[in-house]
């Protein structure tokens, strides 16, 4: 079965860290663009955070930029999001998606969407 699996979500203060995990399985995420994206209450989904599959180039939105780091593991099959200096604001379901084609990840259009997990960012 092809699917992503997002996991690390939680509750933490403001100033703390969540490391998210985006785990493959059914195919092999080498060769796809992998990306984080949010969806706060209320709100319209928005990008946060990608990686290509060809080079391992990272890109980050201007909110999270300096505060969020993407990685990929190949040998684990998995992305990770290092998330630190939280915000309340940063409160919202976080998505992995991956597609072969980063431009199509950055007009929110993946060959796969995992279901999504909740980090809330509260004191």
């Known amino acids: 079965q092809v699917q992503l699996v997002e996991s690390g979500g939680g509750l933490v203060q403001p100033g703390g860290s969540l490391r998210l995990s985006c785990a493959a399985s059914?195919?092999?995420?080498?060769?796809?663009?992998i990306g984080w994206f949010r969806q706060a209450p209320g709100k319209e989904r928005e990008g946060v955070s990608c990686i290509a599959g060809s080079d391992g180039s990272t890109y980050y939105a201007n909110s999270v930029k300096g505060r969020f780091t993407i990685s990929r593991d190949n040998a684990k099959n998995t992305v990770y999001l290092q998330m630190d200096s939280l915000k309340p604001e940063d409160t919202a379901v976080y998505y992995c998606?991956?597609?072969?084609?980063?431009?199509?990840?950055?007009?929110?259009?993946?060959?796969?969407w995992g279901i999504g997990t909740l980090v809330t960012v509260s004191s």
């Open positions: 998606a991956a597609d072969r084609e980063l431009p199509s990840l950055l007009a929110f259009v993946a060959d796969y």
């Open positions: 059914g195919f092999t995420l080498d060769y796809y663009a």
